[in-house]
T-cell receptor
Framework: AQSVTQLDSQVPVFEEAPVELRCNYS??????LFWYVQYPNQGLQLLLK??????LVESINGFEAEFNKSQTSFHLRKPSVHISDTAEYFC???????????FGQGTELSVKP | GAVVSQHPSRVICKSGTSVKIECRSL??????MFWYRQFPKQSLMLMAT?????????EQGVEKDKFLINHASLTLSTLTVTSAHPEDSSFYIC?????????????FGQGTRLTVV
């Protein structure tokens, strides 16, 4: 069985400060890892994903995440956040390409001016 | 990227009635669709997986007779909440993926906010 743990339910941070949202997973098989962002009353948008290859993956809006197999982690980072980054962030794992996703509990990122 | 359209985005229904939610893949063939439910301030929980032309596979604890899923074509899956009750009020989200099409992710619809009064 797989599971995902997001260690922080809420992360308040000031604008232009760095942020890290933590994600740890558990699985007996190789997995694909994802970060999704959800704005209020909206669906999920894929932020970035790790499938294979380089363990550091980046999104177009400045987020990055690093796959650490030994620590079974896939933490999300951004060196300088904006007000518009305020949203709920979900880490997820999947065993198969395009397969069902197991989500973490979510982290509410709140960026304050 | 691939587009998944979910309809309606919001629906309010009376207790005891049934509600149908549609999930369409607009520009690819979705051999597999997933239905998730999200309660306020909580994560997404998978309800069921449906493959085109086959019966849906429900997760443990999800009543298949209450949440009817149909995936009759490669572009459409529907979720019908039968005899809805206030505790069924939730945010329902579908996702779709195509097998063998090179996709490495499932694409999500915009979600449906169901309120049962």
């Amino acid at each position: 069985a797989q599971s995902v743990t997001q260690l922080d339910s809420q992360v308040p941070v000031f604008e232009e400060a760095p942020v890290e949202l933590r994600c740890n997973y558990s699985s007996s098989v190789s997995v694909y890892l994802f970060w999704y962002v959800q704005y209020p009353n909206q669906g999920l948008q894929l932020l970035l994903k790790y499938l294979s290859g380089s363990t550091l993956v980046e999104s177009i809006n400045g987020f990055e995440a690093e796959f650490n197999k030994s620590q079974t982690s896939f933490h999300l980072r951004k060196p300088s956040v904006h007000i518009s980054d305020t949203a709920e962030y979900f880490c997820a794992v999947s065993e198969n390409q395009g397969g069902k996703l197991i989500f973490g509990q979510g982290t509410e990122l709140s960026v304050k001016p | 990227g691939a587009v998944v359209s979910q309809h309606p985005s919001r629906v309010i229904c009376k207790s005891g009635t049934s509600v149908k939610i549609e999930c369409r893949s607009l520009d690819f063939q979705a051999t597999t669709m997933f239905w998730y439910r999200q309660f306020p301030k909580q994560s997404l929980m998978l309800m069921a997986t449906s493959n085109e032309g086959s019966k849906a596979t429900y997760e443990q604890g999800v009543e298949k007779d209450k949440f009817l899923i149909n995936h009759a074509s490669l572009t459409l899956s529907t979720l019908t909440v039968t005899s809805a009750h206030p505790e069924d009020s939730s945010f329902y989200i579908c996702s779709a993926s195509s097998a063998g099409g090179g996709n490495t992710e499932a694409f999500f619809g915009q979600g449906t906010r169901l309120t049962v009064v």
